[in-house]
């Protein structure tokens, strides 16, 4: 009954219901047994009571521990957001992306508008890849690095679910790496070189 009392107050009434009910049960006919005169077979229940009651204990521990691995990855992963965006606003424009800031000429000599970075919109953390496309494209777009040469970063933050970097597919959401640093950079560009894209 201690044991079972230990995991209830551990919530695994809400967290497993199921097994802490079948553990309450699994008790509560073994004291039926018991004021029946039954004590052999009472005993028989406590034990297995017991027993569920230690099982369900380390799944509780495990649960908990992998709860608070996940939260703190996502602590993580918010605190290198809020600093990529603030490197952001401070370049003003995407990663590697040199927007200029005037008017310039095109071939002919007009002069067209820059497209102006809008730097209240934050860039995406994340990219649900679409039929057809490949990391290369993925990376080469604007909001992601604007540089097909960098592919090898999201290939690197997504290899628990990218095997071969030629074959994604449609629907996988992708993770886009923003704390980065020149070394990161360098590494990927000379990891693309000599790579075909695909």
């Not at 965006?85 to 002069?111: D, W, Y």
């Amino acid at each position: 009954m201690a044991v079972i009392d230990l995991v209830r107050i551990k919530g695994a009434d809400t967290i497993f219901p199921d097994e802490f009910r079948s553990t309450a049960d699994t008790l509560a006919r073994g004291e039926a047994l018991l004021q029946s005169d039954e004590g052999e077979e009472a005993d028989d229940y406590f034990q297995l009571a017991w027993t569920k009651a230690k099982v369900l204990e380390k799944d509780l521990d495990a649960e908990k521990l992998r709860s608070a691995e996940v939260a703190m990855l996502k602590g993580e992963d918010e605190k290198n957001e809020r600093k990529y965006q603030s490197l952001q606003r401070e370049v003003n424009g995407p990663i590697l992306m040199e927007q200029p800031r005037t008017a310039h000429s095109n071939a002919k000599g007009k002069k067209v508008e820059s497209p102006r970075q809008n730097k209240d919109k934050p860039l995406p953390a994340y990219h649900t890849v679409l039929r057809g496309e490949t990391l290369p494209e993925i990376a080469a777009q604007t909001d992601v690095y604007g540089d097909m040469m960098l592919w090898p970063l999201l290939y690197r933050a997504n290899r628990d679910q990218i095997r071969d970097p030629a074959h994604i597919w449609p629907g996988q959401v992708l993770r886009i790496p923003r704390d980065l640093n020149s070394e990161d950079i360098g590494e990927a560009r000379r990891f693309s070189q000599g790579k075909p894209h695909r």
